[in-house]
């Protein structure tokens, strides 16, 4: 996610307003392309630090992004990214102390950053706490992450998944059309194709005959 933040008007505000719409186009290689161009064109620019922080943990390249969120934070104590970002990178370095840590503060800080980064972070937490040990379930925290943001694509795909398990195949069915609805319009294919795997695979599970992909959601 790239936030809007208030800074002046340069070269990485444009580079990142570029890579929203290479996003809407799922041009994932485009994407982080201008996101690494907008870090290097300006590495103090909040939202361009954490953007590419972001990216490079998805990479799995943890030092380098926890390297370039430490200093993000020195300049914005508060960034909400930042922080969540660091714990992300915590939690799948399995250090779940840390990324408690730093989820926790924020979710103190999404409060003033609006819903969907409030599911954000209760997702994130959920997730550690439930590899820490520390819960059973994580399916609260998820409840109150799709509360936050109906449409929280990882939290829609996650209760699917967990309905599917508990044979709860209707319920499931009912997520994954939530989450194909949602992805499509958001124009997010990744997330149409799995929804539509998890609605096929609710049919079979239920003895139904196939039908048009999202053509049970209405």
Not at 39 to 55: K, W
Not at 127 to 135: E, Q, R, T
Not at 175 to 181: E, K, N, P, S
Request: hydrophobic fraction near 35%; charge should be negative.
């Amino acid at each position: 996610m790239i936030l809007k933040y208030e800074y002046p008007d340069n070269e990485a505000n444009q580079l990142l307003e570029q890579a929203k719409l290479a996003r809407r186009r799922n041009d994932d290689e485009e994407v982080f392309s201008l996101i690494k161009k907008a870090y290097e064109v300006d590495p103090n620019h909040p939202g361009a630090a954490t953007a590419y922080a972001g990216r490079l943990i998805k990479n799995k390249e943890f030092e380098e992004a926890d390297r370039i969120l430490h200093l993000c934070l020195e300049s914005y104590p508060s960034d909400f990214l930042a922080h969540l970002h660091i714990a992300q990178s915590m939690f799948w370095q399995r250090n779940y102390q840390k990324a408690e840590k730093y989820v926790s503060t924020a979710i103190e800080l999404s409060w003033d950053q609006g819903s969907e980064e409030q599911s954000r972070a209760y997702f994130v937490l959920g997730a550690i706490l439930k590899n820490s040990g520390k819960i059973d379930t994580i399916e609260d925290y998820i409840d109150k992450a799709l509360e936050k943001n109906p449409h929280n694509f990882a939290g829609l795909k996650y209760m699917a998944e967990l309905q599917m398990k508990k044979g709860s195949y209707r319920e499931s069915q009912k997520m994954a059309g939530r989450l194909f609805v949602s992805a499509k319009d958001q124009g997010d294919e990744e997330y149409m194709i799995i929804a539509q795997e998890l609605i096929q695979q609710a049919h079979e599970a239920l003895n139904l005959p196939s039908e048009p992909s999202g053509a049970t959601l209405g």
